[in-house]
């Protein structure tokens, strides 16, 4: 079981995991913070499940993930300053910090899929979902779902990009106490690069990216696109050149190599 205790020893964070919540088994992390009836309001917030039984990936995709191996967790931002103007680069962000935990503990070579995926080998190793709330134009909440593969060595067949885990890549039995609380040190400070320097968090997430210059399909539903990744722009949008050289910028979807 993962111990608290231990973790909050790990944990040198200003306001991220500093109400940190464990709960067995939940629906979707995501889900429970975006309910505002459940009066986890505390900005900074962390809701951690050892066990999702709906687990929920970008485009309603199922996050699965064995009970007691891995980190399935959310992270509750509301605090203006604490909420980036733009909700792509954060997300890039996020994924941005994710790797460089698992590279600054593990000595692993982590590539970024965009809009957010940490894959190393090919092979996804980590999952994040960010949703938000808003009235009127004004963002009330983000709540960032993240699905680490930690100790979990099987995985089922059925992925469109094949996972894998820290302990199969590494052979090692991984700390999840000490990963959950070097993830969340680096999210925290990757929220502040994000708000002081955003063109420092492109550009390191630009350099981890090996999609970039392929020629690629972009899936949204049932519509696509193809063409070059040309590059990222300074929101994290995605930009794609035709073959007239025409560039568009795209918001939503998934890319993947032609």
């Known amino acids: 079981m993962f111990n608290i205790e231990e973790f909050d020893l790990k944990l040198d964070s200003d306001y991220i995991g500093r109400n940190f919540v464990i709960i067995e088994e939940l629906d979707s992390t995501n889900a429970f913070l975006l309910d ?3 009066q986890f ?10 066990s999702q039984t709906q687990g929920r990936g970008r485009k309603d995709r199922v996050w699965q993930s064995a009970p007691g191996l891995n980190l399935t967790f959310s992270i509750l931002l509301n605090k203006k300053g604490n ?9 890039l962000g996020v994924s941005l910090a994710v790797a460089n935990s698992l590279e600054n503990l593990y000595n692993v070579k982590t590539h970024l899929k965009w809009p957010n995926d940490v894959l190393i080998n ?3 190793i980590v999952g994040i979902l960010s949703e ?35 302990k199969i890549e590494t052979d090692q039995t991984i700390d999840r106490e000490r990963l959950l609380a070097e993830t969340l040190i680096n999210i925290e400070d990757i929220i502040k690069r994000i708000n ?3 063109a420092t968090v492109v550009q390191d997430w630009r350099s981890k990216c090996k999609m970039i210059g392929d020629n690629i399909m972009i899936t949204d539903g049932e519509n696509t696109k193809s063409g070059i990744f040309d590059d990222i722009d300074e929101e994290g949008f995605l930009l794609l050149k035709s073959r007239s050289g025409r560039i568009e910028k795209i918001h939503y979807g998934d890319a993947s190599v032609r």
């Open 36 to 38: 505002k009836t459940k």
């Open 132 to 166: 938000s709330v808003s009235q009127g134009s004004k963002i009330e909440r983000v709540v960032i779902g993240i699905g680490i593969n930690a100790n979990q060595t099987y995985f089922p067949d059925d992925f469109g990009i094949p996972p894998t885990s820290l």
């Open 122 to 124: 090919d092979k996804k």
């Open 41 to 50: 309001n505390e900005n900074g917030t962390v809701v951690f499940a050892e």
């Open 196 to 198: 002081e320097s955003p």
């Open 83 to 91: 909420i980036p103007e733009s909700l792509s680069l954060l997300n």
